[in-house]
């Protein structure tokens, strides 16, 4: 169940949905054979899951969208860990750890949490706006107490995203989900600041990526999720589907339960009042990716 809150967490304004349950037939025997009354029900088992269908089945009016910088690796195995109250609702770390490559995002966290959500890091997406070491946010008002942790280095690089505004035509006109000229140029100001911004945290210029735009072009255009605030999960899931060639990508720490007060980070006690992001957009986007077998949700 994509979205689900660890017991200890206070749940407001969310709603969960159990597995669905299929009986099943037996013959009795012994003293259940006599009297049916005594027999005992039959354990529910859950439904097996369903086939995969093909991506161009889920997607089929999908363009090509052509990846320039694709890893040589083929078929890996990734950990996408999120961070909402989801990833320390099992113990996974063992899992997630085990995967060819873990990818975290955002001011996440790791000490203390190791048994639930592992420790390893390959990958580091970050937003934006998110400034590297202790400045929190930069040119917006959003609040917070987290910061990013320069302690922590990832093993490979860390992957910023940087957005343009999506169209509204982009909805119906495929070709209208592209980058004009004007937003090229702002893109290129921006990358620059985000690069100086690193350099001065000490974080070593080539493992800073900016994340090339075919992948916002590939959200948008094959996915065909035209939201004007894509969260950095969503781009960070897409960038592993397409960036490595046949992987499968493990999730956890997703909570798509609803746009409602009980969205919140694992390791803070606080509920985050609003989004920018779409989650029900989201969950629909991720719940297609499942058919294909090409996402699953770690358990």
């Known amino acids: ?131 590297p070491g202790r400045g929190g946010w930069r040119g917006t008002t959003a609040q917070g107490s987290s910061t990013m942790n320069l302690k922590l280095r990832p093993k490979e690089k860390y992957v910023v995203p940087v957005m343009y505004p999506v169209n509204k ?13 004007a937003e090229a140029v702002a893109n290129a100001k921006e990358a620059a600041v985000i690069a100086k911004a690193y350099i001065a945290a000490k974080i070593p210029k080539e493992q800073l990526e900016i994340m090339a735009v075919e992948y916002q072009q590939a959200l948008r255009q094959k996915y065909r999720f035209v939201h004007k605030y894509p969260s950095t999960g969503i781009m960070a899931l897409v960038y592993c589907l397409e960036h490595y060639p046949g992987s499968v990508v493990s999730v956890t720490g997703f909570d798509f339960a609803a746009e409602a007060p009980s969205m919140g980070h694992y390791w803070e006690k606080i509920f985050k009042l609003r989004t920018v992001h779409s989650y029900r957009r989201e969950r629909t986007l991720m719940l297609q990716l499942v058919s294909t077998g090409r996402v699953k949700v770690l358990r």
């Open 169 to 181: 035509k982009c909805a119906t006109d495929v070709a209208a989900c592209g980058r004009s000229d």
């Open 1 to 131: 169940n994509i979205g689900t809150q660890p017991k200890h967490s206070r749940r407001v304004g969310s709603s969960s949905s159990a597995d669905a349950g299929v009986s099943g037939d037996g013959e009795p025997s012994g003293k259940g054979a006599l009297n049916l009354k005594r027999r005992k029900a039959p354990k529910p088992l859950k439904p097996p899951p369903p086939p995969t269908r093909p991506e161009a089945e889920v997607f089929p009016t999908a363009p090509l969208v052509k990846i320039t910088d694709q890893d040589p690796r083929v078929g890996l195995r990734i950990a996408l860990v999120g961070n909402g109250r989801g990833a320390v609702r099992h113990k996974k770390g063992a899992k997630i750890d085990a995967h060819d490559l873990v990818a975290r995002f955002n001011f996440f966290k790791t000490k203390g949490y190791e048994l639930h959500c592992g420790s390893r890091v390959d990958i580091w997406f970050l937003n934006q706006l998110k400034a």
